[in-house]
């Protein structure tokens, strides 16, 4: 499996940005597809996730209305729509694919892209 993410960049508070994740090896609709994030000296996070069998989506708390996650089965890509972006969302964001074999869960992660608010 590979993760390919795209999007980050530079972008003031209030501005909007929108990550991309193009997974190839696996079909994305069969599992589920998250976005986790680092900020500098911080553990990583998870910001939001869509369940593959059910597609139900999961929010972090502090980007829920902010933040929007959908997946394009077509193109096998998961985005992330992040819209009134804030400092504190300044981090490297991750893609991620996450299923469960033999009962053991099995991770895969996505290079990184940077997001950089600036006040």
């Known amino acids: 499996v590979q993760l390919q993410a795209s999007g980050g960049g530079l972008v003031q508070v209030g501005g909007s940005l929108r990550l991309s994740c193009a997974a190839s090896g696996r079909t994305i609709s069969s599992y589920t597809m998250g976005w986790f994030r680092q900020a500098p000296g911080k553990e990583r996070e998870f910001v939001a996730g869509i369940r593959g069998s059910s597609s139900t989506i999961m929010y972090e708390d502090s980007v829920k209305g902010r933040f929007t996650i959908s997946r394009d089965n077509a193109k096998n890509m998961v985005h992330l729509q992040m819209n009134s972006l804030k400092a504190e969302d300044t981090a490297v964001y991750y893609c991620?694919?996450?299923?469960?074999?033999?009962?053991?869960?099995?991770?895969?992660w996505g290079q990184g892209t940077l997001v950089t608010v600036s006040s």
């Open positions: 991620n694919m996450y299923f469960i074999v033999a009962g053991s869960g099995i991770d895969y």
